[in-house]
């Protein structure tokens, strides 16, 4: 079955650590892959997506994503995390086929 | 979120009573979605219109629910009957155009079925 995974329901890192936030998709063939954060009160809004072509992709706030198809993984990470980052995280694919874009049950980032 | 509007932002209602959320968008997006965000899950997708092509419903978890979308803008999700399991935040997002997927939220509707 299709599917997007968030291993890590809530992480706590502190100010100025580094950050690495799992998403793992399992569909037939690559779909689109995305990143998107709900900060407190505020809808959500589109960090990065990742399409085709270079792996590696940058998006806003610091944050960047490395898709790797082997691992079917498109973990999002930012090199030095602000009290400002404290927010819901959410993975999402979609499929190139259909317009049914999945989103993972999200990773709640605390920042100390 | 920027370009979509929703109503009203907060809605208690008693179990078994019917319940509409609005969504507004700013006009020229031919893409709109509705999704479910229940507590501690992720976001459940519901319903998606595309300009004037059939919506997919496919999401939409029993006959209780219904949306329409007037004039491809403003929609409209309705819920009948309303159950404690309905309780969630429903969001809107709509899709501008400038590229697959990338969507533009509301603030959502958050539903309290008491």
């Known amino acids: 079955a299709q599917s997007v995974t968030q291993p890590d329901i809530h992480i706590t890192v502190s100010e100025g650590a580094s950050l690495e936030l799992r998403c793992n998709y399992s569909y037939g063939a690559t779909p689109y892959l995305f990143w998107y954060v709900q900060s407190p009160g505020q809808g959500l809004q589109l960090l990065l997506k990742y399409f085709s072509g270079d792996t590696l992709v940058q998006g806003i706030k610091g944050f960047e994503a490395e898709f790797k198809r082997s691992q079917s993984s498109f973990n999002l990470r930012k090199p030095s995390v602000h009290w400002s980052d404290a927010a819901e995280y959410f993975c999402a694919v979609l499929p190139y086929n259909n317009n049914d874009m999945r989103f993972g049950a999200g990773t709640r980032l605390t920042v100390k | 979120g920027a370009g979509v509007s929703q109503s009203p932002s907060n809605k208690v209602t008693e179990k078994g009573k019917d319940v509409e959320l609005r969504c507004d968008p700013i006009s020229g997006h031919t893409a709109l979605y509705w999704y479910r965000q229940s507590l501690g899950q992720g976001l459940e997708f519901l319903i998606y219109?595309?300009?004037?092509?059939?919506?997919?419903k496919s999401g939409l978890p029993s006959d209780r629910f219904s949306a329409e979308r007037t004039g491809g803008s403003v929609s409209t999700l309705t819920i009948q009957r309303t159950q404690q399991e309905d309780s969630a935040v429903y969001l809107c997002?709509?899709?501008?155009?400038?590229?697959?997927?990338?969507?533009?939220f509301g603030e959502g509707s958050r539903l309290t079925v008491l």
């Open positions: 997002a709509v899709q501008p155009g400038s590229g697959p997927g990338e969507l533009f």
């Open positions: 219109f595309q300009g004037n092509s059939a919506p997919d």
